[in-house]
């Protein structure tokens, strides 16, 4: 096959640290080539580098076999590399057609040949599959169309190298069906993709090579055809990974934490309502919700944890009834939380490590005199450096921004945080989502362990294997119902996946 792209020896190094170090890859024509690797192995480095946004401390890039120095993300474009983003760079108050002109040198200067880039992106569109409504705003397309649309952007400013960040993290099961197809369509065109993912099955399904990073470094890269996924799970994070069953509870004879009877709220909403929910959940077990993400799981949540009040029906702890929904009550009542979006509801990111460990404790006289006033910083910065260690959080201080942590080192901060607080009761909402194999593994583990500590753990995942792999006891939500309880121990699989599509 003919090279499109080889990076040499490339190694990035910040302070003293190696974010990547002497890494060599190539990319072929009509190829995918997956990076896979755990959060902080220097995937995002190295891509980053690639497209301008780094420089290298050593190595070389050649590309079409020409080497290049690459400066800036404009001339990596120019060059005919293009990166679609996890989290999109569209500028929201504009069109889709407008976002994908956007910096085009043929469309400078006030007068525009609309009519012209529009016929252009069309064919493109239509030659890839990539069904987009140009006229629409941002705000008013789905996350997969918006997803179309910097695909069609990077195609229409010249990509003969797509890069593809966590291309599936927002997507639903079809939306990504259409995006294999997509990718399909490219590569048998010529085009190369390098795609990033975490998701096991997806990586053996689209690429054609694997290159494996750990520790910033080059593992291996091995055809997709002589490998699978305990091969490559074993690669990522170095050893053997252990057997995937935790053993099951069939029986829990722990006091009930959490009981709800008939709880409604906006009871007529299929997708963001409570149709009359009645669950309980025992000290020492892990009962999960399985369902389509958007059948109820999120308001759920926010009942169970104060903040949503239900509209009707009951809701107790330990027995005692909840009249008031608050989530400072629902604290101090020992209901922990790992909420479904780390970053907007479990995090302050502009804040170090360490005050976002004792949130919960800021009025506590362990780390304050005066109910808050006055925090006591060395106690703070000994208790998060004892929390970094125990739960493995990789930083370079406790003083570092939270938000600077990989994905992965985000969530052990909520988990230390919420664990740490003796909870009897924990609430986590997909707490895995976007997490790779040794950091899911991490999670999982530290969640066995509270459960055989006796808490209670209501576990919401839209994953179906973590719910078959953590679950004591299965309940299906379907339009904001629970359709059918089965037991956690060799799980019916075919009927729990009808009761998720409602029959």
């Known amino acids: 096959m003919e090279e499109l792209l080889r990076m040499e020896h490339i190694s990035k190094q910040f302070a003293g640290f190696y974010a990547n170090r002497d890494i060599c890859l190539t990319v072929n024509r009509g190829e995918v080539l997956t990076l896979l690797g755990e959060n902080g192995a220097g995937k995002s480095t190295l891509m980053n580098i690639l497209i301008g946004l780094y420089q290298p401390t050593e190595g070389k890039i050649f590309f079409k076999g020409k080497e290049e120095r690459i400066e800036s993300p404009g001339q990596a474009v120019r060059l005919g590399i293009g990166m679609v983003h996890q989290h999109f760079m569209l500028v929201e108050a504009m069109t889709v057609f407008e976002n994908i002109i956007l910096g085009d040198k043929n469309s400078s200067g006030i007068f525009i040949d609309r009519d012209a880039r529009r016929a252009e992106i069309e064919d493109l569109a239509g030659r890839y599959g990539l069904d987009v409504e140009l006229d629409k705003l941002i705000t008013e397309i789905s996350v997969g169309a918006q997803q179309r649309v910097e695909i069609l952007k990077a195609l229409y400013h010249g990509a003969e190298l797509l890069i593809l960040d966590e291309p599936s993290a927002a997507l639903t099961d079809i939306e990504v069906e259409g995006l294999f197809a997509i990718i399909q369509k490219l590569t048998e065109e010529g085009k190369s993709i390098i795609f990033i993912s975490h998701k096991m099955r997806e990586v053996l399904r689209i690429s054609d090579r694997i290159t494996v990073l750990r520790a910033g470094e080059v593992v291996t890269t091995v055809k997709r055809s002589e490998t699978d996924a305990q091969k490559l799970a074993n690669l990522m994070i170095g050893h053997e990974l252990a057997g995937s069953q935790y053993e099951k509870k069939t029986k829990s004879d722990g006091q009930t934490v959490l009981k709800l009877n008939e709880v409604k709220y906006h009871e007529h909403s299929k997708h963001n309502g409570l149709a009359g929910i009645s669950i309980e959940v025992n000290a020492g077990e892990i009962v999960g919700i399985a369902g389509v993400d958007g059948n109820g799981q999120t308001q759920l949540a926010q009942v169970v944890t104060g903040v949503i009040s239900p509209e009707q029906g009951t809701l107790e702890i330990k027995g005692e009834k909840i009249s008031v929904s608050d989530p400072s009550a629902f604290i101090g009542r ?166 998720m599509t409602g029959r």
Not at 378 to 392: V, W
Not at 475 to 495: A, C, R, T, Y
Request: aromatic residues 4%; glycine residues 8%.
């Open 334 to 499: 020992h209901v922990s939380h790992v909420p479904e979006d780390r970053n907007l509801q479990g995090l302050i990111g502009d804040m170090p490590i360490s005050d976002n460990l004792i949130l919960k404790l800021t009025d506590s006289a362990q780390f304050s005199r005066g109910k808050g006033l006055f925090l006591k910083k060395k106690e703070i910065r000994s208790y998060a450096e004892n929390l970094t260690e125990k739960y493995d959080i990789r930083c370079t201080s406790v003083e570092q921004d939270v938000r600077s942590l990989s994905g992965g080192n985000q969530q052990k901060v909520i988990l230390a945080r919420e664990l740490e607080s003796e909870p009897e009761l924990l609430v986590a909402a997909h707490p895995t989502r976007g997490l790779d194999i040794g950091a899911t593994r991490f999670v999982h583990d530290q969640m066995i362990a509270a459960r055989d500590r006796g808490v209670g753990i209501l576990l919401i995942s839209a994953d179906f294997d973590e719910i078959l792999e953590m679950s004591d006891r299965i309940l299906v939500m379907f339009e904001g119902q629970i359709m059918g309880e089965f037991s956690g121990e060799n799980p019916p699989v075919e009927e729990i996946s009808l009761a």
